[in-house]
Structures are given as structure tokens and as C-alpha cells.
């Protein structure tokens, strides 16, 4: 159970948010539509734009069975982290091209997520198992430069194509399999993603981004986009295992044949089209838009993992295809007249095959974890500290579903939105068993994207004898702004 100064923490900090609501939030500021945009000429058509946000966590997280951290028995633990940190920049001077660039980081917190190197100052070294919190490195999450065959609509007429066509290259998340794997970072509906719908995230690919050359575009109402994609290289190798050990046939990732990866999705929009300028899609659009979309994507890369053939460092590495599919249907549906209420909702299926009983296990920021030399009971076959089962040959389903409650609740522009998600997994490396996590909270809108409160509590599997025995919870409280 969560303690209760926890709780007490989070009432106070939502409180503050009310106060200032009350306080501010007859005096927003007008509406913030173009972003930080430089124009060249009279017509918009010649620009550099810029979008930067930021996302901070407070969390409490009950820790797996058996876990410590920094070398101390834990139980549990408190922390504050930066989640993320984007700037994004686009130039466009004429309508035929566009280039764009977006630089980052990701997940620093007090123990995990630093730069390599340093020693005992904090940022890891030989005392410790990795890198801790400091210095993150801040790095290129995508750069592409991307050109105009057939426009979304006519130069001359201004009317809008049926057909059209980007063509772009560079490092890119213009990729397939679902809409969440494209997800924007500033405009979660549930404050962050599953994971397991970046389905080689860090491995073959930089945070969900792989090099390549990508077509995008419509064909009526249908959005489409379909990328050739060269890898990133993972060079893990296949362990040694006495005879008749079962990890003799887990698979590994292991792509050193450098196979090309295709990639594609799809999405019918039957009511209102959302942009395609950028890759990113979108979470909620906090009831200003009116969407229902039903989509399905892939992905596909050659022998990108391996397992053994035999029980010696010498015998050959059997290859396996990666082979990965995805339906998936997204609605934004706004009611109620001027009161403008909205039920978002998105769910996705995912089947995935990476070769024989591959299983994945990860966390998003976990500490500086190791084991507790003097606990005696279970583990979770999951990991230490936060990690669970996340990614593997078998399948996954994922539903959230959020409620925006109408303007009249809070007499401003700040709008309030509980939600709630699902998902329930099963691997083949643990059979029949199955797999679920929930998590229930809601956003405060202070004023739409830009600046926003999010309260979340979710769970995760604890994995004993190859099934799920238990659940550990996590408690956050993340505040994000976006410019």
C-alpha cells in the first residue's frame, strides 16, 4: 500500500493547482496556435517554428521483491526525475521541402539515467552497476529532410488532393506497427506510453527512430506511411547453457547480417483528418477535435535475433526473422453542446514474433538497483526495483479510455480529465500465462497542452514460477509544459 504522506503530498500539490486556477483562470492567455514561429514572407509559407517541452515526475514506487538500492535494502522509494526534454525545430522556405530536427533527453533521475564515466561524483564509474543520475547526455532523437512529390492540396487551386505524397530521409519515427508507436510526447492522454508499443526501442532502433527513407501521405480518407529502414546493430550473444537447459532456445537480439527492415501503417479517418506536417500522433486533443480512426501497421527486419544450435561456444547461431503486426482504432469524440465534454479512446492488439520464447524485461527509470544479500523469499523473473515483462514473441492488448468533464466544472479554461487503462499480455515464454497492469488518474488542463498536471497511479506484474503471482504499484505526479 502506498503510505499515507504520499497521499498527502499529492492533495497538497493538486490544491496548489486549484488555488491558482482560481486565481489566474479568468485571465488565460489568447490562443497559442502557431508556437514560437519565425515567418519569412507574407504568406506563412516560408518559416522556421520552434517546440520545446519539458515533463518532471515526482513518483513513489514499491520495489520488487528482494530489491536494493545503491546497496541498501529497499522496500520502496521516493524520487523526482526529468521524464523527458524536447526541442524541436522546423524550416520550411519553400512548399517543396522541409527540414526538421529534434534534440533531447530522457530519464534522469537520482540514481540512473546520468552519462558514463565520473567515478563516485555521481554519475557512475567501477563502485557502481552502470551509470547514475548526473550530466544526462543530451542527444539527436530525429533528423529529417523531406520533400514534396504531390501536396495534400493543389498550389494553384487550393483545393485539397485525394491523393498525396511526401518523400523524406533521415532518422525518423515516420514508423509503422501502430498510432502509439509514433506517440507525441507532449499530449499523452494517460502521461506516458506501455513501452512494449516501441517494440525495439534502444536496441535496433534510438528511442523509437531507425535510419532510413520514408513515404507518407493520403489516399482519401485514408492516412498512410511506409518507411525502408537500415537497423541500428545489436551484437548480443546467445549464451552457453549446460545440456537440456531451456535458455538454449530464448532468443536473443543479434542482427550482425545487417538485414533491411520495412515498415508501414495505415489509418482510415472517417470524421475530421489530422495533420501529417509531423510524425507525432496524437493522445487527447482535449476537445477540440472530432476523430475516429481504425488502423493497422507492421514491421519487418531479417535475422534480427538468434539462438543456438548447441551447448558450445563453437556451435553455429540458428537466425530469426523479427515479424510484428498491429490493429488498432482511435477515437476523440467531443459532446454536450458548449459544455464540450469528450470521451478519448484508444485500444491496440499487438502480435509479435521475434523469434523462439524472446522476453524482454525493462522499466521506465529505474534506480541504481542490485540484490538484497540478506533477503530470503520469491524474486519477480521480471528483475529488481521497477523492472516487469514488457516486450516478447507472443501478444499484447492495450486500452485507455479518458472522460474531459465539461468547462462549467472549474468557469475557466482549465478542464479536468480522469482516465484509466488496461492491458493484459501473454509471452510464449511463459506458456498460458497471463499478464495485466492497470492504471487509473487524471490531467488537469491549464491550458490545453501547453501547460498541464497529471496524477497517475499504475501497477505492474511480479512473475513467479513463470505466471503472475503479485502486483507493485507506482504513484506519480508529473507536471509538463510544451511551447
Do not use: C
Not at 537447459?245 to 472517417?270: C, H, R
Not at 516486450?391 to 492495450?398: E, L, M, V
Amino acid at each position: 500500500m502506498i503510505k499515507i504522506n504520499v497521499f498527502r503530498w499529492a492533495l497538497f500539490f493538486a490544491a496548489a493547482i486549484f488555488i491558482s486556477v482560481d486565481a489566474f483562470g479568468q485571465g488565460e492567455s489568447p490562443d497559442y496556435k502557431e508556437g514560437m514561429t519565425l515567418k519569412f514572407d507574407s504568406t506563412g509559407k516560408k518559416y522556421i517554428r520552434f517546440i520545446t517541452s519539458a515533463t518532471f515526475w515526482a513518483r513513489y514506487t514499491e520495489a520488487n521483491p528482494g530489491t536494493a538500492v545503491n546497496g541498501i535494502p529497499k522496500t520502496n522509494w521516493t524520487d523526482f526525475s526529468l521524464r523527458q526534454f524536447r526541442f524541436i525545430t522546423i524550416g520550411q522556405l519553400s512548399p517543396r521541402f522541409l527540414i526538421l530536427t529534434d534534440i533531447g533527453m530522457d530519464n534522469q533521475a537520482f540514481s540512473s539515467g546520468g552519462a558514463p564515466g565520473g567515478g563516485n561524483t555521481g554519475n557512475g564509474g567501477a563502485t557502481f552497476n552502470g551509470t547514475l543520475g548526473k550530466k544526462p547526455g543530451i542527444y539527436l532523437h530525429g533528423l529529417t529532410n523531406e520533400f514534396t512529390v504531390i501536396p495534400d492540396k493543389d498550389v494553384k487551386t487550393g483545393l485539397t488532393n485525394r491523393f498525396s505524397m511526401y518523400i523524406g530521409s533521415g532518422l525518423h519515427i515516420w514508423m509503422g506497427l501502430s498510432r502509439m508507436t509514433s506517440a507525441s510526447s507532449s499530449n499523452y492522454l494517460a502521461l506516458d506510453a506501455p513501452l512494449f508499443n516501441w517494440p525495439t526501442v534502444e536496441l535496433s532502433d534510438q528511442f523509437g527512430r531507425e535510419l532510413g527513407i520514408y513515404f507518407k501521405g493520403n489516399i482519401g480518407p485514408v492516412a498512410y506511411r511506409w518507411a525502408l529502414n537500415k537497423p541500428f546493430t545489436v551484437l548480443s550473444n546467445a549464451a552457453n547453457y549446460p545440456a537440456g537447459s531451456p535458455e538454449i532456445n530464448y532468443a536473443v537480439d543479434n542482427n550482425a547480417t545487417g538485414k533491411l527492415a520495412t515498415t508501414g501503417y495505415a489509418a482510415w479517418q472517417f470524421f475530421d483528418k489530422e495533420g501529417n506536417s509531423l510524425p507525432y500522433t496524437t493522445g487527447t486533443y482535449v476537445g477540440t477535435k472530432k476523430v475516429f480512426n481504425i488502423g493497422a501497421g507492421y514491421y519487418s527486419a531479417g535475422e534480427g535475433t538468434v539462438t543456438q544450435a548447441g551447448n558450445s561456444a563453437t556451435s553455429p547461431l540458428i537466425r530469426h526473422d523479427i515479424n510484428l503486426w498491429a490493429v488498432d482504432s482511435f477515437a476523440d469524440l467531443p459532446f454536450g453542446g458548449h459544455e464540450n465534454w469528450a470521451v478519448t479512446a484508444y485500444s491496440v492488439f499487438y502480435k509479435y514474433n521475434f523469434g523462439p520464447n524472446y522476453l524482454r524485461n525493462g522499466a521506465i527509470m529505474n534506480a541504481n538497483v542490485s540484490a538484497d544479500p540478506g533477503y530470503v523469499g520469491p524474486v519477480s523473473q521480471g528483475g529488481l526495483g521497477n523492472n516487469a515483462p514488457l516486450i516478447g514473441t507472443g501478444w499484447s492488448w492495450f486500452t485507455q479510455a479518458g472522460l474531459l468533464l465539461p468547462k462549467s466544472l472549474t468557469k475557466s479554461n482549465t478542464r479536468i480529465q480522469p482516465f484509466g487503462e488496461f492491458s493484459l499480455q501473454k509471452f510464449q515464454r511463459y506458456g498460458n500465462a497471463n499478464f495485466t497492469y492497470w492504471s487509473a488518474g487524471g490531467n488537469i488542463f491549464l491550458d490545453g497542452h501547453y501547460a498541464r498536471l497529471t496524477i497517475k497511479y499504475q501497477t505492474r506484474p511480479i512473475v513467479e514460477n513463470n505466471m503472475q503471482a503479485a502486483s507493485k504499484g507506482t504513484f506519480i505526479i508529473a507536471t509538463q509544459i510544451t511551447l
